[in-house]
């Protein structure tokens, strides 16, 4: 961990070497993010190919398992898929609330926020002004992200350091560095610093300082840090959080391995051969080559073999079980159970209910809202300095998220609930059921209403009964 800004003297290696791994490992886990799994496994895809040795003709490629990616993203949907509600006792507040969460999409920006805190293990959120006075939301990687730590408190931030090599001269492959510094104490001001790099990418040397004198200070014209750290699994000892990759990549790794290697083995045995009698093959005269006569009679007895496929017996049921093993324990690792990976009950077509929904996902929505105790206190200060930046003093502990679960509703399972707890009244006006179920307008409702309560009369007339008329000389 960095503990002071030397590492950007002239002569530093860039980037230090306490971040080379932590900039590697997030290098890795956007491959894989992004299915580049043959570049990150690649020890385990040469067992692919050394699985036979005489499989030089057999095209086969390796099948990949992206349960990286489905975890991300349905970790992000668990959080941020149905959005949290925002409130505010106060009605003008809650006017500035809605129109910050409009205008800077903020939970759009928390949805790949969540991402990031997925396979990075930590995110970053950027709070500036734009051009027009009104506060703009960013997601910036933490491969940019250099903090510098109080070594008698690494949980206390000294600077939040930004820094990116970009392409000076396309020609001579000069590189550069542009650097900005936050500090959390002061945080209306923005240092600016922009160096040349010495050497290739992979080993730059930072040289001599390029920074215009108007470039070196910046005014961010805010009162609070607009630097806002998201972390996943945090311990005592280290600044940054836990990603969800690592600890499942060798279990996903191995999936890959044994369903390739099967799937190599049955490319190469796809096309069983024969075996018969030397009577049962005619000499091709132009080619002069043997070939199986089809559709002949071959007598067989007791010294001849008859014609047949050869079949090959492959016993796989130890990979198959193995595979199983793996799956499984890839669902209690990852903490997200078979029902998020799409594995409900094993039966095509038996869908579980609510609340048994709930229970096989009591794992995965734990872990959804852990995560959501890490983003609650952030998106409150985001929220609470985006109204500042718009004239509108809102304290953070005036603001209140209610979070959801993400999983769909059961309308039935409700109404019996609802049913029981009102002893069997109604709980829902005909006028608004018709028109959340159909969808309608106040104008369409009213009109669908009317014709039902028309219809009533037509039938209640109907089934009147005749008055009966006197008979006379009674």
């Known amino acids: 961990m960095l503990t002071n800004l030397s590492f950007l003297e002239r002569g530093k290696a860039f980037p230090p070497d306490s971040e080379k791994y932590r900039l590697e490992t997030y290098l890795d886990h956007r491959k894989l993010f992004e299915n580049n799994h043959a570049e990150v496994y690649k020890e385990q895809f040469r067992r692919i190919e050394r ?22 993203v349905k970790t ?67 491969a940019m992200w250099f903090p510098v730590v109080n070594q008698d408190n690494i949980r206390q931030f000294q600077y939040h350091v930004f820094a990116w090599v970009y392409l000076i001269d396309t020609v001579k492959k000069q590189y550069g560095l542009k650097v900005q510094i936050h500090k959390p104490d002061e945080p209306e001001k923005c240092e600016a610093h922009n160096y040349e790099l010495n050497g290739k990418p992979g080993s730059f040397k930072i040289g001599r300082e390029i920074t215009q004198k108007q470039e070196l200070n910046l005014e961010t014209s805010m009162n609070t840090c607009p ?32 369903v390739s290697q099967i799937s190599k083995v049955l490319d190469k045995f796809a096309s069983p051969s024969m075996t018969g009698p030397q009577s049962a093959l005619e000499r091709d005269e132009v080619t002069g080559t043997w070939r199986l006569k089809v559709g002949d009679y071959f007598p067989c007895d007791n010294d001849t073999i008859k014609p047949e496929y050869l079949v090959w017996d492959a016993s ?48 995965p929505l734990a872990k959804a809202r852990r995560l959501a105790n890490r983003f609650d206190p952030t998106l409150k200060k985001i ?24 999983l769909p509703a059961d309308p039935a399972e409700d109404a019996e609930i609802m049913s029981l707890r009102t002893g069997g009244k109604a709980t829902l006006s005909q006028y608004t059921a018709i028109q959340r179920l159909d969808d309608m307008s106040a104008a369409d409702t009213d009109a669908e209403l009317a014709m039902i309560r028309s219809d009533d009369i037509d039938s209640s007339v109907g089934l009147e009964e005749p008055a009966l008329e006197p008979i006379e000389g009674i």
């Not at 005489?54 to 975890?71: A, E, H």
């Not at 929220?383 to 993400?406: K, N, Q, V």
């Open 51 to 72: 699985v036979i040795g005489n499989f030089d003709r057999v095209v086969s490629y390796g099948t990949v398992f992206n349960y990286q990616r489905l975890l991300s």
């Open 76 to 142: 992000a949907d668990l959080v941020f898929g149905e959005p949290p509600k925002v409130t505010v006792a106060d009605d003008n507040k809650q006017k500035v609330i809605d129109k910050i969460l409009l205008d800077t999409d903020l939970f759009g920006c928390a949805y790949i926020s969540c991402i990031d805190v997925s396979r990075y293990g930590d995110s970053i959120m950027l709070l500036s002004c734009n051009d027009k006075g009104l506060p703009s939301i960013d997601v910036v990687s933490p």
């Open 227 to 258: 630097v806002y750290h998201i972390s996943n699994l945090l311990t005592s000892d280290n600044i940054y959080g836990h990603d969800d990759y690592e600890p499942i990549d060798s279990i996903v790794a191995e999936i890959i391995v044994r």
């Open 316 to 363: 796989m049921d130890a990979n198959f079980k193995q595979i199983e093993l793996l799956t499984n324990q890839l669902y209690t690792i990852s903490e997200m159970g078979s029902a998020v990976f799409g594995d409900l009950t094993n039966k095509a077509g038996d869908v579980p209910s609510g609340s048994a929904l709930r229970r096989l996902m009591m794992s």
């Open 383 to 406: 929220i609470s300095a985006s109204a500042e930046i718009m004239g509108t003093e809102i304290a953070p502990e005036e603001i209140t998220i209610t979070w959801h679960d993400g």
